[in-house]
């Protein structure tokens, strides 16, 4: 599976849109294993661990329950579209809708980096380091992650960036 299916990117003329946080359902998938494990624990183990014990299973439970749910609300389904028709870039998620960013020929794609790990962002000119928006994965060190940025760079920055209409 190319890196193209793994962000759901779609690629036609004069557009483009992508999912660039479509790699979170693995962490999706541990946080509901983790909320499973905790509650099998505390249906076995219910009077045996006391009082306390299932407080702590609890306040795990809903700790995860909470960030796969945020997760899931606010970064999964997010979807980027770049529209060289009305010149402009959306962002859709679909509980809030689709939401005008800014004119594509407005727009700045940059790294950034956090943690051990960069990514592609993209901003406004001149506003790009007080708001910005993810648009790859996150990648790191290594050969393998290399190889990633390399992929990213070819198949979906290159057809974007020639969207962009050139500065006069």
Not at 48 to 60: D, M, N, S, T, W
Not at 67 to 85: I, P, S
């Amino acid at each position: 599976m190319g890196l193209k299916d793994k962000l759901n990117v779609v690629i036609s003329p004069g557009r483009i849109s992508l999912q660039p946080n479509r790699r979170l359902v693995s962490s999706l998938a541990w946080y509901a294993g983790i909320i499973a494990v905790v509650a099998i624990f505390l249906a076995i183990f219910y009077v045996r661990i006391g009082e306390a014990g299932r407080i702590v299973c609890y306040a795990l439970m809903i700790y995860f329950v909470g960030h796969g749910l945020v997760d899931y609300m606010f970064r999964f389904n997010v979807r980027y579209e770049f529209d060289r028709e009305t010149n402009a870039v959306y962002k859709e998620n679909p509980p809030f809708g689709r939401k005008r960013l800014m004119a594509l020929d407005e727009i700045v794609i940059f790294t950034r980096s956090s943690s051990g790990e960069w990514h592609y962002a993209m901003g406004k000119k001149k506003q790009h380091l007080i708001r910005s928006y993810k648009v790859s994965p996150a990648f790191g060190g290594g050969k393998a992650q290399e190889q990633l940025a390399a992929e990213f760079e070819e198949t979906i920055l290159h057809p974007i960036m020639a969207l962009v209409p050139a500065p006069l």
